[in-house]
């Protein structure tokens, strides 16, 4: 939501031509609300009814936040499911913020089944780039486990996940896959 106006600068009184300057005022809608998974605690952002981000939390915040409408809860209500059953539809509006780049590259992954991998090689000849390229765009991915950045493996094993090749992530990584039956 958008408001605009002008601000005056001038001081009443005053002989100088007055100057005015144009304001934009942006009135987020965007919130977090902080869920317990299996994978440990994740922040999943609404934004305006929209998935925007899911990040990985160290822990769960303790503050209550603000308790979710209709749409934020369907989307956590969604992800919830996922957890329960890997082929769960996700069917959620998303909005993540990339390069044209990247939406084409979160796209495609869109198309990969729980169940099946694909190589970060295999995902840049659809899209004429390089696999450096793709696993860039995957690393950047804010919405991973409903945009399947861990069905992205490299060529020789099981590859990174949210720019990690070691520790949490890939512990992380590592079990969205056994969850939906990959064995690497």
């Known amino acids: 939501m958008l408001s605009t106006g002008y601000v005056d600068n001038a001081r009443s009184g005053d002989s100088t031509p007055k100057r005015r300057n144009f304001c934009i005022i942006a009135l987020v809608m965007t919130e977090l609300f902080p869920i317990r998974t299996p ?24 503050a209550r936040g603000a308790t979710p409408g209709p749409a934020a809860r369907r989307i956590l209500e969604r992800i919830a499911a996922y957890f329960e059953d890997p082929e769960a539809p996700f069917g959620l509006p998303l909005s993540p913020r990339g390069t044209p780049f990247q939406q084409r590259v979160w796209q495609a992954m869109q198309t990969i089944p729980p169940g099946r991998v694909r190589s970060y090689g295999e995902i840049a000849r659809q899209l004429d780039s390089s696999p450096r390229a793709v696993g860039n765009a995957c690393r950047r991915n804010p919405i991973p486990i409903v945009v399947p950045c861990h069905r992205v493996v490299s060529a020789g094993g099981i590859g990174g996940y949210a720019g990690a ?7 992380i990584k590592r079990w969205l896959l056994a969850h939906e039956g990959v064995a690497l």
């Open 165 to 171: 090749t070691g520790g949490r992530k890939l512990a």
């Open 39 to 62: 994978v440990g605690p994740l922040g999943v952002v609404v934004d305006a009814g929209v998935l925007r981000e899911i990040r990985f939390l160290e822990r769960l915040p303790s």
